[in-house]
């Protein structure tokens, strides 16, 4: 018994030295061959013999676990990506074309890519703070007049037009290279990889993340016909190489990541090409008037450097009526309900004339331009007699409004024809402030409805010059009073009159008459030419598809080898391999194990003697225990009972585990 003991303590220790020193169970030889060392060195001439041998560090012994793993693996350990790998820097010393390669590596890296698109959100914030000079010049020339210092400096930076200057450009284009450089190779590895066939099975499957064997007596050609008819089944691109069978699957991962990127380039083409061919233009018409598609036209309009007028669609409309509707009681009183325009349109010069209606978000579209219908109000109808009776104005004001209930002011303007009842020749202007629906004497100045329900208009005349012929823009809505005079009462108050349509003001001095004969209404539409905008929004879609599929989506593969063993019972080897990340490789495996079980089940074990000297043996196998067995066969029969066995029957074949870790052998 105890030269058994001694020989069970020997057994542990050499093997807990083996697990040591040679990475697992599998390599024995690694560990012999350590203590032959030790001992060589031991007799070679050491003071202490007794020392042991300096066994190697951990990061050693990690670095030579992993070589050995990637030897043992192969190409089925590549990588399931064709994302390029980091390695170390390596900077040239020697020539241009070194330094050349090493700035293209840095450029189309990943690290690179994100500060690129880093600096280009930061970059796009003062176009968003400072006003540009292509969408509003009005606000760029108040901003220089009101900062002496900083104007300047904001203009040599071309802070007043960002998105065209050249250090916005810089990093734009560098981020486009980058990722083209970046696409490129990848999608070339990959279609190679489509068109190759998955790597075949490594030598040592046990080193792999999930693993599962067993014995069985089917033939291995129908252990591998039935692991490749499973592998297709489950959509595994499959085929045999040698005594294994090779799949993989997930490929879609890859797809998706490379047709992110490719949408992110169909995206920064498509801002770039809306960015300089694009086109916006506004325009009021009241009921009754009519638009078309030139520069002159517009009220205000602003477009991209490479936009020319040649690039506007020839079309026209004209605006028959405008029509809205509002809740006339509840907590939403006042809320628009129906707000449609009725036009007419022909497309070219001699295009058919057509009608059709523009609503809130449901634009007109002709060509690549849009007609959106944005804005509406009322324009009060008056007439302006002289003092003789003479029509120097009759049209229709569009004023402009303040709130949701369109209480509207504006200007009007009589610029020519009007004489005094002096004879001058005068210009005259009414501030004017319209209320479609007015409360009466006892409510605040403001209109109470949005519809036409007791629409007053209040005037206040002026005459003089109006300052027009100046030369300095004015808005059309303002009155500029500077050289204005106001009319007068015979008390000295300014004439100020509120007027119901079909009423008239007649103005002091004998000087005319104003008349409000009506009010008309008006629509503000927008006309937009964006041709890279379909791109765009494909490119988003795109975009988000391919996102969703590199994240949800998981590469791997799985081998299934079935050779015949020593004692001629197939042996069924199954693992797999996925990304780091990649969690149901084991639960997969243990699917595909199940299936191919069923078709190859698990072999009976062999029934054991029941003479003692084999049952013991089959414990133990020392000369020991054999002896005792032989000399004391009750004390190990008991233990030789296998349940099921024993009596002469054979217990269901179980599932084979999935081991899910490292050196688990079965």
């Known amino acids: 018994m105890t030269t058994t003991d001694s020989g069970r303590e020997a057994s542990g220790e050499r093997e807990n030295t083996a697990r040591r020193t040679g990475g697992g169970k599998g390599r024995p030889a690694d560990a012999a061959q350590s203590t032959e060392k030790g001992r060589t060195s031991g007799e070679s001439g050491s003071t202490a013999p007794d020392r042991p041998a300096a066994s190697p560090s951990p990061a050693d012994r990690v670095s030579a676990s992993a070589s050995a793993d990637d030897n043992d693996l192969g190409a089925a350990g590549s990588q399931l990506s064709t994302a390029p790998r980091e390695d170390a820097p390596n900077l040239p010393t020697l020539g241009v074309i070194g330094w050349a390669r090493w700035f293209w590596r840095q450029l189309t890296s990943m690290r690179v890519a994100l500060i690129l698109l880093f600096m280009l959100s930061l970059a796009a914030i003062p176009g968003s703070l400072i006003p540009q000079s292509g969408q509003d010049e009005t606000r760029v020339a108040d901003f220089m007049e009101r900062h002496d210092t900083l104007g300047p400096i904001y203009e040599k930076l071309g802070l007043f037009h960002v998105y065209s200057s050249v250090w916005f450009s810089a990093i734009y284009i560098l981020l486009f290279i980058s990722l083209i450089g970046c696409i490129v190779p990848r999608t070339w590895q990959f279609v190679g990889q489509l068109r190759g066939r998955p790597p075949g099975a490594p030598k040592r499957l046990t080193r792999l993340p999930a693993y599962a064997t067993w014995r069985t007596e089917a033939e291995p050609e129908q252990v591998r016909e039935a692991a490749l008819k499973a592998l297709k089944k489950r959509r595994f691109r499959a085929h045999v190489v040698g005594d294994a069978v090779a799949a993989e699957k997930g490929y879609l991962r890859e797809a998706g990541n490379l047709a992110f990127h490719i949408a992110l380039i169909v995206m920064l083409v498509a801002f770039a090409w809306g960015q300089l061919y694009r086109s916006e233009g506004n325009k009021l018409i009241v009921e009754g008037g009519g638009f078309a598609n030139t520069l002159t036209q517009y009220d205000d309009f602003k477009s991209g450097n490479l936009f020319t007028a040649e690039d506007l669609n020839p079309f026209s409309f004209d605006l028959k009526n405008f029509r809205g509707t509002y809740e006339a009681s509840g907590p939403n009183k006042g809320?628009?309900?129906?707000?449609?325009?009725?036009?007419?349109?022909?497309?070219?010069?001699?295009?058919?004339?057509?009608?059709?209606?523009?609503?809130?978000?449901?634009?007109?579209?002709?060509?690549?331009?849009?007609?959106?219908?944005?804005?509406?109000?009322?324009?009060?109808?008056?007439?302006?007699?002289?003092?003789?009776?003479?029509?120097?104005?009759?049209?229709?004001?569009?004023?402009?409004?303040?709130?949701?209930?369109?209480?509207?002011?504006?200007?009007?303007?009589?610029?020519?024809?009007?004489?005094?009842?002096?004879?001058?020749?005068?210009?005259?202007?009414?501030?004017?402030?319209?209320?479609?629906?007015?409360?009466?004497?006892?409510?605040?100045?403001?209109?109470?409805?949005?519809?036409?329900?007791?629409?007053?208009?209040?005037?206040?005349?002026?005459?003089?010059?109006?300052?027009?012929?100046?030369?300095?823009?004015?808005?059309?809505?303002?009155?500029?009073?500077?050289?204005?005079?106001?009319?007068?009462?015979?008390?000295?108050?300014?004439?100020?009159?509120?007027?119901?349509?079909?009423?008239?003001?007649?103005?002091?001095?004998?000087?005319?008459?104003?008349?409000?004969?009506?009010?008309?209404?008006?629509?503000?539409?927008?006309?937009?030419?964006?041709?890279?905008?379909?791109?765009?929004?494909?490119?988003?879609?795109?975009?988000?598809?391919?996102?969703?599929?590199?994240?949800?989506?998981?590469?791997?593969?799985?081998?299934?080898?079935?050779?015949?063993?020593?004692?001629?019972?197939?042996?069924?080897?199954?693992?797999?391999?996925?990304?780091?990340?990649?969690?149901?490789?084991?639960?997969?495996?243990?699917?595909?194990?199940?299936?191919?079980?069923?078709?190859?089940?698990?072999?009976?074990?062999?029934?054991?003697?029941?003479?003692?000297?084999?049952?013991?043996?089959?414990?133990?196998?020392?000369?020991?225990?054999?002896?005792?067995?032989?000399?004391?066969?009750?004390?190990?029969?008991?233990?030789?009972?296998?349940?099921?066995?024993?009596?002469?029957?054979?217990?269901?074949?179980?599932?084979?585990?999935?081991?899910?870790?490292?050196?688990?052998?079965?």
């Open 335 to 666: 809320t628009p309900r129906i707000y449609e325009a009725s036009i007419d349109y022909a497309v070219g010069a001699d295009g058919k004339e057509k009608s059709t209606k523009i609503e809130v978000n449901k634009p007109l579209e002709i060509g690549d331009s849009k007609v959106y219908l944005v804005s509406h109000g009322y324009a009060p109808v008056i007439t302006v007699r002289d003092g003789k009776g003479k029509v120097v104005f009759s049209d229709a004001a569009p004023l402009l409004p303040l709130d949701s209930n369109v209480t509207s002011s504006g200007a009007i303007k009589v610029t020519d024809g009007y004489t005094n009842a002096e004879g001058q020749r005068e210009q005259l202007g009414f501030q004017a402030f319209f209320l479609p629906t007015y409360g009466g004497k006892n409510t605040a100045v403001l209109s109470q409805f949005p519809a036409l329900l007791n629409p007053v208009l209040n005037l206040e005349p002026y005459h003089g010059d109006l300052g027009i012929d100046s030369g300095v823009p004015q808005s059309v809505y303002r009155l500029e009073k500077r050289k204005l005079k106001a009319y007068e009462d015979s008390k000295g108050a300014q004439v100020r009159e509120n007027l119901k349509p079909g009423e008239t003001m007649t103005l002091p001095g004998g000087n005319g008459t104003v008349t409000f004969d009506g009010v008309k209404e008006w629509a503000g539409f927008q006309v937009t030419q964006q041709p890279g905008s379909g791109w765009a929004l494909g490119g988003a879609v795109t975009a988000i598809l391919g996102l969703a599929a590199s994240l949800f989506v998981q590469r791997r593969r799985v081998w299934v080898r079935a050779v015949t063993g020593p004692d001629g019972v197939t042996v069924v080897e199954m693992a797999g391999l996925g990304r780091s990340e990649s969690a149901k490789v084991p639960e997969e495996l243990g699917d595909l194990a199940a299936i191919v079980h069923a078709e190859a089940p698990t072999a009976a074990e062999p029934e054991l003697d029941s003479e003692p000297s084999a049952v013991v043996e089959a414990e133990g196998g020392d000369a020991d225990r054999r002896l005792q067995g032989a000399a004391a066969p009750t004390r190990a029969a008991p233990a030789a009972r296998l349940p099921a066995e024993s009596a002469g029957t054979t217990s269901p074949s179980p599932q084979p585990p999935v081991v899910p870790s490292e050196g688990a052998e079965q």
